[in-house]
């Protein structure tokens, strides 16, 4: 049922893309028309790069806030196990403690 709309919607795109894509080539070769893709495409470009190191400077942050997070889960981890040996420790010394009084 849609496929016959997605046909003509593909072939209504190209007729209208092909005398687009032909002033494009034209135009190309202009001098001026040229200068201003040129111009535009170094900004863009300029755009890019400096996205790309602002997204890259945010991810270095975000890994070094995931590494300090787990370097503190290391550590509590470290005084749990610390804790429990001092309590089973306790718990040995009550027990001893506790025959030698019986």
């Given at each position: 049922?849609?496929?016959?709309?997605?046909?003509?919607?593909?072939?209504?795109?190209?007729?209208?893309?092909?005398?687009?894509?032909?002033?494009?080539?034209q135009?190309?070769?202009?001098?001026?028309?040229r200068?201003?893709?040129?111009?535009?495409?170094?900004?863009?470009?300029?755009?890019?790069?400096?996205?790309?190191?602002?997204?890259?400077?945010?991810?270095?942050?975000?890994?070094?806030?995931?590494?300090?997070?787990?370097?503190?889960?290391?550590?509590?981890?470290?005084?749990?196990?610390?804790?429990?040996?001092?309590?089973?420790?306790?718990?040995?010394?009550?027990?001893?403690?506790?025959?030698?009084?019986?």
């Amino acid at each position: 049922m849609i496929l016959p709309f997605v046909k003509l919607g593909t072939l209504a795109l190209r007729t209208l893309a092909k005398p687009i894509a032909s002033k494009l080539k034209q135009a190309g070769v202009h001098p001026r028309f040229r200068e201003l893709i040129v111009n535009l495409a170094q900004v863009a470009g300029g755009a890019i790069v400096f996205e790309v190191q602002r997204s890259s400077r945010s991810e270095a942050k975000k890994e070094e806030l995931r590494r300090q997070e787990l370097e503190a889960l290391r550590r509590k981890g470290e005084d749990m196990a610390k804790e429990v040996d001092l309590l089973k420790q306790k718990l040995i010394q009550q027990a001893y403690l506790g025959r030698e009084f019986k």
